[in-house]
Nanobody, 121 residues
Framework: QVQLVESGGGLVQPGGSLRLSCAAS????????MGWYRQAPGKQRELVAA???????IYAVSVKGRFTISRDNAKNTVYLQMSNLKPEDTAVYYC???????????????WGQGTQVTVSS
């Protein structure tokens, strides 16, 4: 089991930048596949960015070119660098850690508490 704590959210003006952090309670170098999701009021939770099992990264079309997911394995931390923020990016952002079996099944799924990002003038 792993505990995840997000930080770095806040209020930012359109066009601004924020970096979200997700601190894990144990090593995430192996075993866990990490990603960021977000949920706005009245909307479904959606994938924002994630590392794949092949150690590549994927992004939602709406954020591609503006957001970057990265990690520091020594610090057990995953980051989401967000640039050129837009009002439609306003949401609660959640860190996610998943464990996959060798067959590709999700056998573990963990979420942080979320951090609010508000983009407004």
């Amino acid at each position: 089991q792993v505990q995840l704590v997000e930080s770095g959210g806040g209020l930012v003006q359109p066009g601004g930048s924020l970096r979200l952090s997700c601190a894990a309670s144990r090593s995430i170098f192996s075993s866990y596949v990490m990603g960021w999701y977000r949920q706005a009021p009245g909307k479904q939770r959606e994938l924002v960015a994630a590392f794949t099992r092949g150690s590549s990264s994927i992004y939602a079309v709406s954020v591609k070119g503006r957001f970057t997911i990265s990690r520091d394995n020594a610090k057990n931390t995953v980051y989401l660098q967000m640039s050129n923020l837009k009002p439609e990016d306003t949401a609660v952002y959640y860190c996610n850690a998943r464990i996959y079996s060798t067959r590709g099944d999700i056998i573990g799924n963990y979420w942080g508490q979320g951090t609010q990002v508000t983009v407004s003038s």
